[in-house]
């Protein structure tokens, strides 16, 4: 496991390993989310060929770090209507298609527009997964709410599980996830 960009330079047309990007700000709130669920992974073993990153906040760069990769799984928090707290596993056909102003993501327009760049550019990798957690509240303050905290778990544990088995179980996606309590 790496949790940082490799400085080696890789051949053209190499395939590097799969990444989890996450995405987001800790100082605004739940919009640590994606962060917080990289933290967590990165406290056990993942497998070999994965590396972890922290991305910080979505810009057209997000669109150099997916280049190479075979796979990438990105971690954010969205405002898709949902309870705070729900999560859910979304491909990247779905984010395409939502209309630019109906995007999730609370980072959506740097990721709509760097995975848009990406897909010109033809650096994409052959699947890309996001994993989305609707936000109680994203402002200024540092920490998450009790809400999102409750759901790093599970959705810990469902990266994992397709880290391990190459995808979500048949009939996962897209299906909002609520907080047990």
């Not at 590097?16 to 995405?23: E, F, Y």
């Not at 972890?52 to 810009?59: E, Q, S, V």
């Not at 707290?85 to 491909?91: D, I, Q």
């Not at 395409?96 to 650096?123: S, T, W």
Request: contains cysteine; proline residues 10%.
């Amino acid at each position: 496991m790496r949790t940082m960009p490799s400085t080696r330079a890789e051949p053209p047309g190499s395939t590097m390993p799969t990444l989890v990007l996450a995405l987001g700000n800790p100082q605004r709130g739940d919009d640590g989310a994606g962060p917080a669920v990289l933290e967590r992974l990165a406290s056990q073993p993942v497998p070999e060929d994965v590396e972890l990153l922290d991305g910080g906040l979505a810009g057209l760069e997000t669109a150099l770090h997916l280049q190479h990769r075979r796979r990438a799984i990105i971690l954010d928090a969205a405002d898709f209507g949902a309870a705070p707290g729900a999560w859910r596993r979304v491909s990247l056909d779905a984010l395409k298609l939502a209309a630019p102003d109906d995007a999730p993501g609370l980072h959506a327009a740097g990721l709509r527009e760097a995975l848009l760049l990406g897909e010109a550019l033809g650096i994409l990798p052959a699947e890309v997964v996001l994993y989305l957690i609707q936000p109680r509240q994203t402002g200024w303050e540092a920490g998450l709410s009790e809400d999102v905290h409750a759901c790093l778990d599970p959705v810990c544990q469902a990266v994992r599980s397709e880290l391990r088995d190459g995808g979500p179980p048949p009939g996962d996606e897209g299906i909002p996830r609520w907080p047990t309590s």
